[in-house]
T-cell receptor, first 115, second 113 residues
Framework: NAGVTQTPKFQVLKTGQSMTLQCAQD?????MSWYRQDPGMGLRLIHY???????DQGEVPNGYNVSRSTTEDFPLRLLSAAPSQTSVYFC??????????????FGPGTRLTVL | SQQGEEDPQALSIQEGENATMNCSYK?????LQWYRQNSGRGLVHLIL?????REKHSGRLRVTLDTSKKSSSLLITASRAADTASYFC?????????????FGGGTRVLVKP
C-alpha cells in the first residue's frame, strides 16, 4: 500500500493564480480531509468528505474548493491564491465508522508559498 | 477559534522524566485522538480514547479523558530524546454531514539527553 500520497511536495504561486493540490489513498477509506498548518500552530480543517459525492466545510473553507468523485481521490483547489494561503497542506484519510478505528493516516504534506 | 486547546504550548524535560500535556475541547465528541509530529513531517497517530472510556494505555503512553470537564491528558513516561516532537490532540465529532475531526494547537516537547 502507498498509503496517502500528495502532489506536489512544494509549490510557489503568484497572487491570483489557481492550482490544484492532489491527494490519493489506496486504503479504501471513506473519510478524507484537508488541513492547513501554519508555522508553530496546529492543524485547521479546510474541507472534509465522508464518501464519494459528499463534502462539507471545515473551520477555514474560504478560498478553497473540493470535490470527491471517487473514493480514492480528494483534490483541493485554490481558486485565486493569496499570500494568506501560504502554508503547509496535509491530506488525511480514515475509516468512517468508529468500530474500524478513526485514526487518521496523513500524507507527507505540500508546502505552498504564495508571493 | 479551534475546537481544542493544549497546555502547555511547550515543554522541556530531561531524558527519563515524565511529560504530561493537557487538551481541552468545547463540544461533545465521539472520541479523542493523540498524534505526534516530527519537525517538517506529517502526523502519526498515537492513541485513541472513546468517549465512554476514562483511561487507556499503550506502551509508555497513558491517556485520560474526562468528558464532564471536556478535557484529556497525555502522559509519556520515562521520556527519551527520540520523543522530541510536537503532540496534538484531535477531537472527533459526529455531525449530520458525517464525522469531523479537528485539532488542538499542539504541545512542543523537547527531551534533553
Amino acid at each position: 500500500n502507498a498509503g496517502v500520497t500528495q502532489t506536489p511536495k512544494f509549490q510557489v504561486l503568484k497572487t491570483g493564480q489557481s492550482m490544484t493540490l492532489q491527494c490519493a489513498q489506496d486504503m479504501n477509506h471513506e473519510y478524507m480531509s484537508w488541513y492547513r498548518q501554519d508555522p508553530g500552530m496546529g492543524l485547521r480543517l479546510i474541507h472534509y468528505s465522508v464518501g464519494a459525492g459528499i463534502t462539507d466545510q471545515g473551520e477555514v473553507p474560504n478560498g478553497y474548493n473540493v470535490s470527491r468523485s471517487t473514493t480514492e481521490d480528494f483534490p483541493l483547489r485554490l481558486l485565486s491564491a493569496a499570500p494568506s494561503q501560504t502554508s503547509v497542506y496535509f491530506c488525511a484519510s480514515s475509516y468512517l465508522t468508529s468500530g474500524r478505528g478513526n485514526e487518521q493516516f496523513f500524507g507527507p504534506g505540500t508546502r505552498l508559498t504564495v508571493l | 477559534s479551534q475546537q481544542g486547546e493544549e497546555d502547555p504550548q511547550a515543554l522541556s524535560i530531561q531524558e527519563g522524566e515524565n511529560a504530561t500535556m493537557n487538551c481541552s475541547y468545547k463540544t461533545s465528541i465521539n472520541n479523542l485522538q493523540w498524534y505526534r509530529q516530527n519537525s517538517g513531517r506529517g502526523l502519526v497517530h498515537l492513541i485513541l480514547i472513546r468517549s465512554n472510556e476514562r483511561e487507556k494505555h499503550s506502551g509508555r503512553l497513558r491517556v485520560t479523558l474526562d468528558t464532564s470537564k471536556k478535557s484529556s491528558s497525555l502522559l509519556i513516561t520515562a521520556s527519551r530524546a527520540a520523543d522530541t516532537a510536537s503532540y496534538f490532540c484531535a477531537m472527533l465529532e459526529i455531525k449530520a454531514a458525517g464525522n469531523k475531526l479537528t485539532f488542538g494547537g499542539g504541545t512542543r516537547v523537547l527531551v534533553k539527553p
